[in-house]
């Protein structure tokens, strides 16, 4: 489970890029909000198009425990106090920068660190395809 305050952007953006790279019969991933917003940021819809990962039709939700119920893993990005504590999961958290607002070349790095560290996780955990 990926989680940031609005489940826009970070967070949209490593649970897409995780479910592209992982083995379905090993892992999926999910990516929810402490505070979650209207829609997926149009700038990040935009850089993750140009990799071929179309989150049009991706919808920001509220993290909860029952939608944390069969987790393994909970990565935080950037929610600070107003993240979760979920017993009984690993935990990470990624100190990444909200994409909200910032040009396309700024999102583009972004989404290449959250890409660079979804692959970092996926082969620590055997997970990869």
């Given at each position: 489970m990926f989680a940031c305050v609005?489940?826009?952007g970070r967070s949209q953006m490593a649970a897409a890029f995780f479910n592209a790279m992982a083995d379905p019969t090993r892992a999926h991933a999910i990516s929810a909000g402490t505070q979650p917003g209207d829609r997926v940021h149009p700038e990040v819809q935009t850089v993750m198009a140009e990799v071929g990962i179309n989150l049009s039709e991706a919808k920001p939700q509220l993290l909860t425990e029952d939608?944390?119920?069969g987790a393994h893993w909970l990565i935080t990005m950037g929610c600070g106090d107003a993240c979760p504590f979920v017993p009984g999961l690993k935990r990470g958290d990624w100190?990444?920068?909200?994409?909200?607002g910032k040009s396309l070349?700024?999102?583009r790095e972004i989404?290449?660190?959250v890409r660079s560290r979804v692959v970092d996780l996926l082969s620590r955990e055997e997970w990869r395809r």
């Open positions: 609005h489940n826009a939608l944390a119920q100190p990444l920068e909200d994409p909200k070349e700024r999102v989404r290449d660190d």
